[in-house]
Each structure stands twice: as C-alpha cells, then as structure tokens.
C-alpha cells in the first residue's frame, strides 16, 4: 500500500526533515513490542531478583522512557516532542523463555509517536540483554515491531495477529 513519495527526501532526493508547522494538533498514540529471549534459568534470576546486576526489569523500564524522550537525539530526521505518556510493560514467559517488552507512547501534537516506542522498546530489549549478559550471552532480540497507532492524517493502524503482513 503505496502513500505517495517518500516525505524525508526533497526533489533531489537529499533527506531533510518534514515540516509539521501546519498539521493540526491531535493526540497520538503509538504501542510497540519486542521480545529478548533466553534460557530458563536466566528467566529465572529476572522472576527470583537474583540478577547480579540489580533489578533489570526496574532499571529497564526507566532506559525506555529515557530512550523514548531522546528519540529526536538518536533517529536523524525524528521531531523532539513534549511526550504526555510512556508506559512499559514486562511480561516474563515460560515457552519460548524470555521475556515480552510493550511500549505505549502518547503525545499531543502535530506528528506521531511511532518512532518513539519502537525506540522505547529496542532500549528496554537492550537494557535487559546488558543485565543478564553475564549469565546468558546467547540470549536473543527480536520480534520489535509497531502494534498500533492512532490519531494524525494517516489515521490508525493495527498490526495483522502474529506479525504477519
């Protein structure tokens, strides 16, 4: 589903940043997830406290909503936002082990938060894999992806079940 020119890139095709100064204010949402998988017993020390680094999913949870408000910072051609909301979300599970990362971003303004949770959550993926690096190097990031927006011109979208496309 084509929408037309690529918008980051001028006539000559040299990337420049949209200009959003006449897109109306509306509130925005984005949510995202990922997934870092691992073996059991390094689920485990994340479930126990047992992490020799501390509490990974406190500490990654609080990389995510820095990552998310320096999003304007890490992706070149991304606007800085005053974001209303970032919210993440942990969910341990036993098979495959690992554990589920969810992001939900919220802004009031002229262009979407979408890059701000896919940032949120591949920081959260990130930070967990630093913390249990020690006890699990083959541990495994994946599965990021955009599950939803809403608000803006483009209206909302919503990801197929599964990942699928």
Do not use: W
Request: hydrophobic share 45%.
């Amino acid at each position: 589903m084509s929408h037309g020119p690529l918008t980051h890139l001028n006539e000559k095709g040299e990337a420049r940043m949209v200009d959003v100064s006449d897109k109306a204010v509306t509130h925005r949402t984005a949510r995202a997830e990922g997934f870092v998988s691992m073996r059991p017993e390094t689920l485990a020390l994340v479930e126990t406290g047992q992490a020799k680094k501390g509490d990974v999913l406190a500490t990654a949870r609080i990389a995510a909503i820095m990552a998310a408000k320096k999003t304007h910072e890490l992706i070149p051609l991304c606007h800085p936002l005053s974001l209303t909301k970032v919210a993440m979300e942990f969910e341990p599970c036993d098979d495959p082990a690992g554990i589920r990362v969810a992001a939900e971003v919220k802004v009031a303004g002229p262009t979407g938060v979408e890059m701000e949770a896919l940032t949120a959550v591949s920081v959260a993926c990130l930070t967990i894999y630093d913390m249990l690096k020690a006890a699990d190097k083959a541990m495994a990031i994946g599965g990021i992806r955009l599950m939803e927006k809403t608000g803006g011109r483009s209206g909302a979208y919503r990801a197929a079940p599964g990942g699928q496309r």
